[in-house]
């Protein structure tokens, strides 16, 4: 199991890949250079973190894999 990502880092790597999704990569140091140029984090260690799950966004946008989801069930029926 991995470690789970707090809303800032998910809200601001959502944020970036919607904008500037051409000029990221899979490339963790790609991304870091490109952080630097769009956004302001003054924490080195939470804009690693943002590269490394910018890459990994960026990765599955590319492979076309969908979001696991969850299929509701009727359950009137037990009711």
Known sequence: MGRIKTV???RVTKQLVKDHLEELSEDYTQNK????????????????????YT????KQSKS????????????????
């Open 64 to 79: 076309g894999k969908e979001k696991r989801s969850i299929n509701k069930e009727d359950l009137s029926k037990f009711y």
């Open 55 to 58: 890459a990994r966004l960026v």
């Open 8 to 10: 800032l880092v998910k």
């Open 33 to 52: 250079e490109v952080l630097k140029k769009y956004v302001d984090i003054k924490s080195p260690k939470i804009r690693n973190v943002i590269a490394g």
